[in-house]
Nanobody, 121 residues
């Protein structure tokens, strides 16, 4: 059974930093794209950043130059370094990954349980 476990959320002041981590576990034979989404109260879930297996990254405009996504393929972990946080970054952040696993032998999308980030003004 594949699991994505997130950590690193919390309360931070305007302008502060946080680092989110998401580790995949289970009978995994490959991981393709990994990404971070967020959902603020009353809003739809949006893609914040993504990274391919080869390290190509993509960001939503509102976090460019403030957030950095990275991954450690050996550890099956994706990170989101968030700097210069703003109150509008407040949301629940979810990890997502396209993972190939057994016994299915195919790739499927998996989600983490979410970690809350609150930025106070």
């Amino acid at each position: 059974q594949v699991q994505l476990v997130e950590s690193g959320g919390g309360l931070v002041q305007d302008g502060g930093s946080l680092r989110l981590s998401c580790a995949a576990s289970g009978s995994i034979f490959g991981i393709r794209d990994m990404g971070w989404y967020r959902q603020a109260p009353g809003k739809q879930r949006e893609l914040v950043a993504s990274i391919t297996a080869g390290g190509i990254t993509n960001y939503v405009d509102s976090v460019k130059d403030r957030f950095t996504i990275s991954r450690d393929n050996a550890k099956k972990t994706v990170y989101l370094q968030m700097n210069r946080l703003k109150p509008e970054d407040t949301a629940v952040y979810y990890c997502n990954a396209n993972i190939g696993s057994y016994p299915t032998g195919s790739y499927m999308n998996f989600w983490g349980q979410g970690t809350r980030v609150t930025v106070s003004s």
